[in-house]
T-cell receptor, first 115, second 117 residues
Framework: QQQVKQSPQSLIVQKGGISIINCAYE??????FPWYQQFPGKGPALLIA?????SEKKEGRFTISFNKSAKQFSLHIMDSQPGDSATYFC??????????????FGTGTKLQVIP | GAVVSQHPSRVICKSGTSVKIECRSL??????MFWYRQFPKQSLMLMAT?????????EQGVEKDKFLINHASLTLSTLTVTSAHPEDSSFYIC?????????????FGSGTQLSVL
């Protein structure tokens, strides 16, 4: 069962355009929603994250929009650059019985920004 | 920023041998570390949660006798793939949760590409 669904699977955007990646979750216990960027052959790196009590968070060119009632959240990359070309994973986490956050990843979106 | 070092970055081994992968938090302590497996063009799948000083917690479907995890100190966790077979070939990634336990910033290693011949 895929607890975090992500779309699209791949995305091609012109340089300077807006890249939009969408995610939906099912588990209402999730209380933290990070986005990760991964380059080939490397581990993921935290890009930006949001908690459900906030509807939007912006950091530089990256913005997360969060809709708690719809259980959906999205990543917007403004002024997309070729260097943004990577695979992006949304994720969701909740504190488990062991007292730590267990992260569930989306299926990933491969973004290609063309000049 | 916090750094998680994973070693080796790439390993090729013969079928039937065992391979050890190390995950170290270089500038912070981590009571909890996580091990993931990633197949090409797929997402990260959590294999197990490693807790310092106690037994690891394995996800459903992950063989604990196959994937041995040892979290000997607050800065080191190891994953040993025992009697590796070609189907174990994958990209293995660790992550570490700083002692704050908030899990808000999981720091990831750079991954280990395992190829079993």
């Amino acid at each position: 069962q895929q607890q975090v669904k992500q779309s699209p699977q791949s995305l091609i955007v012109q340089k300077g355009g807006i890249s939009i990646i969408n995610c939906a979750y099912e588990n209402t216990a999730f209380d933290y929603f990070p986005w990760y960027q991964q380059f080939p052959g490397k581990g993921p790196a935290l890009l930006i994250a949001i908690r459900p009590d906030v509807s939007e968070k912006k950091e530089g060119r990256f913005t997360i929009s969060f809709n708690k009632s719809a259980k959906q959240f999205s990543l917007h990359i403004m002024d997309s650059q070729p260097g943004d070309s990577a695979t992006y994973f949304c994720a969701a986490s909740a504190t488990n019985s062991g007292g730590y956050q267990k992260v569930t990843f989306g299926t990933g979106t491969k973004l290609q920004v063309i000049p | 920023g916090a750094v998680v070092s994973q070693h080796p970055s790439r390993v090729i081994c013969k079928s039937g041998t065992s391979v050890k992968i190390e995950c170290r938090s270089l500038d912070f302590q981590a009571t909890t570390m996580f091990w993931y497996r990633q197949f090409p063009k797929q997402s990260l799948m959590l294999m197990a949660t490693s807790n310092e000083g106690s037994k690891a917690t394995y996800e459903q479907g992950v063989e604990k006798d196959k994937f041995l995890i040892n979290h000997a100190s607050l800065t080191l966790s190891t994953l040993t793939v025992t009697s590796a077979h070609p189907e174990d070939s994958s990209f293995y990634i660790c992550s570490a949760d700083p002692l704050t336990g908030l899990g808000e910033k999981l720091f990831f290693g750079s991954g280990t590409q395992l190829s079993v011949l």
